[in-house]
């Protein structure tokens, strides 16, 4: 089975966080770390208010911090891009048969956006939300606990994700995993292919074997 993430693998997106987290802080006279964005990226979004308390110690609840992030990243996701050669990758593997899922840290309305926008639905049997199962995707458990969820082993599936941390715990899972270049993480290459089992520039690479 193959397993997609969201953000930076099928669709654009790690800037729109880079452009909410610079605009929330810099209102608060706070600086972006590198090791602040490397923390939230590839976190849920209750869990990075948390952390964002914490790490800025900031006087506000997880609850308005996220509030505060959701003003405008609706219509950002609408109008994220996608990836190149990921919809036509998806088409392909739709035209072979492939059963197919989606297991995302993205907040499950943003995302909706994003596939709705993209048209993308159709393509996936299911969507495995991280924040509704309460664990991150740097946490293995949340790939045994999605592949359960879909009914086959982690060993029956193949996950296509950005994030070095992320591929590193389904690897740990039990799954196969192809990292997926975005230049958000542009400095951590190395350590993303260290992760996975097979490294993409992009998905263009895929459509031209």
């Not at 996950?159 to 958000?184: I, K, Q, S």
Request: proline share 5%.
């Amino acid at each position: 089975m193959l397993l997609f993430d969201l953000d930076g693998t099928l669709i654009d997106s790690n800037g729109i966080w880079t452009d909410i987290d610079m605009r929330f802080l810099s209102r608060r006279g706070l600086e972006v770390t590198q090791e602040y964005l490397y923390a939230v990226s590839p976190s849920i979004v209750p869990l990075a208010a948390v952390f964002t308390r914490d790490y800025y110690h900031l006087d506000m609840t997880p609850e308005a911090i996220v509030a505060e992030w959701m003003e405008g990243a609706l219509e950002a996701y609408r109008r994220a891009p996608m990836k190149p050669g990921a919809l036509a990758f998806l088409e392909r593997c739709r035209d072979r048969g492939e059963d197919m899922a989606l297991v995302t840290a993205c907040d499950p309305g943003l995302c909706r956006a994003a596939l709705e926008r993209h048209g993308l639905s159709p393509f996936f049997r299911a969507v495995v939300y991280a924040q509704e199962l309460g664990l991150e995707k740097r946490n293995p458990a949340l790939f045994r606990r999605a592949a359960q969820a879909l009914g086959v082993s982690p060993s029956q599936c193949v996950l296509y994700e950005d994030a070095p941390a992320n591929c590193a715990a389904a690897r740990a899972a039990g799954m196969e995993t192809v990292g997926v270049y975005d230049a958000f993480y542009h400095d951590l290459q190395d350590e993303l292919r260290q992760s996975c089992d097979r490294w993409i520039g992009s998905f263009t690479e895929l459509l031209d074997a």
